[in-house]
């Protein structure tokens, strides 16, 4: 259980860090589906896929859904919007910033930004 | 802070857009309504980065470029705030430009950025690729922190937001 001890966006970034893990999530995207509809466009055994979909509901990405004989699984997307909101605060400090470097671009003097060009008049 | 909010809100194309093309890269794009040659030397010109890379547009306190491969470069902005220094790597005016940087944990992280022209505007592509998915994640997170005035408000601007939004688009 030691990986319980990382904090819920470590274990976001860690279940959305394999290509067949967000395969299946973008699969899931559509609707639910069972393991033996995920296992179709993957080409991957159920053990396999079982195990993705192991790392994907301890990260709280994929639940069970009620039906018990199929087991569907249906996607969760409150961790999703936690990544969402972390990377818009990257996201933000960046556009301050480019925000700050579109004024400037429209009244940066003319001269240095073309080089070998006469400055003209506006 | 004055200025033009509603050109920072998601989705607006003018605004940046953040994703994680890799385990171990950022990429953040940004769309400008001037030629690459300018967003370039924009970018280059210690006279020029002088004036734009502090968001709060005061100029910066100290700025030197040497613009060559394996010339270090460092904006220092005023009243103590984190200078952004580095070394060169490759220099292509206007279309490209690679540059190294010493992340928090002492790894180093790889800036590029592309300038594509679309008609008279220019589409820039900040790569950030760092030495591990740990190494990114700290990225990000710190950044966070740096930055947290903006992330409350970005809270408050989230949660504004209609719930049944799909995270994803």
Known sequence: MA??????????FQALADPTRRGILARLASGDADVSELMKPFALSQPTISKHLKVLERAG????????????RTLVTAPLEDVDRWLEAYRRAWEARFASLDDYLARMPKKKAVKGRARRSR | ????????????????????PSECEILIVRRF????????DAWTSPEHVTHWWDPSREPLAACDIDLRPNGRFRFVPGGGKPAF???YREIVRPERLVFSTVVASGAETVGTLRFDADGRHTILRLTMTCASQSDRDALLEMRVDAGTVRTLENLGEYLERPASRPASS
Do not use: K, Y
């Not at chain 2, 802070?1 to 994680?20: E, F, K, W």
């Not at chain 2, 309504?33 to 370039?40: K, L, N, T, Y």
């Open chain 1, 3 to 12: 990986m319980n001890e990382l904090d819920p966006l470590s274990l976001t």
């Open chain 2, 1 to 20: 802070m004055p200025g033009d909010r509603a050109s920072r809100l998601p989705g607006d194309d003018r605004g940046a857009r953040v994703t994680l």
């Open chain 1, 61 to 72: 990405l994929v639940a069970r859904g009620r039906d018990a004989q199929r087991r569907p």
């Open chain 2, 85 to 87: 220094t580095g070394v």
């Open chain 2, 33 to 40: 309504a001037a030629p690459r040659a300018a967003v370039f």
